[in-house]
């Protein structure tokens, strides 16, 4: 088993746990706010204020078209979800609680899956 072949193998575990945790973010009660593209024109300002939008859809069609290196990649996009919803949204706001009731469970989440 060559070093390559070692790193191969554990991108394609690594793969198959984005899969997993894409999943169960898709499936979380709290998604509804992340599961679709936010609609500028629904929500003003929200083009100006947030330079790199992200939500579970368009890392699905990342994942799909396979976009993310490793692990690691996937981590990132995910995490800037949670990030823009944070930047855009009271914490004490219906989407600012979603946002961090499901970076805390990703964070739960992902942790379990890698100890
Ligand atoms: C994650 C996020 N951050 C900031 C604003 C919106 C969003 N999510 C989008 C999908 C959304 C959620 C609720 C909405 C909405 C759009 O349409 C405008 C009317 C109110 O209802």
Excluded at 78 to 94: H, M
Aim: proline content about 3%; some cysteine; glycine content about 4%.
């Amino acid at each position: 088993c060559t070093k390559k072949a070692k790193m191969a193998k554990d991108n394609t575990n690594g793969l198959a746990m984005c899969r997993v945790l894409l999943a169960e973010l898709e499936a979380h009660q709290d998604a509804w706010p992340f599961l679709t593209p936010v609609n500028h024109k629904a929500v003003p300002g929200y083009r100006k204020v947030i330079k790199k939008p992200m939500d579970f859809s368009t890392i699905r069609e990342k994942l799909a078209n396979n976009q993310y290196l490793n692990l690691e990649t996937f981590i990132i996009d995910v995490n800037l979800v949670f990030d823009n919803c944070e930047k855009f949204n009271e914490d004490d706001s219906e989407i600012g609680r979603a946002g961090h009731n499901m970076r805390r469970f990703f964070d739960e989440r992902w942790t379990e899956l890698l100890m």
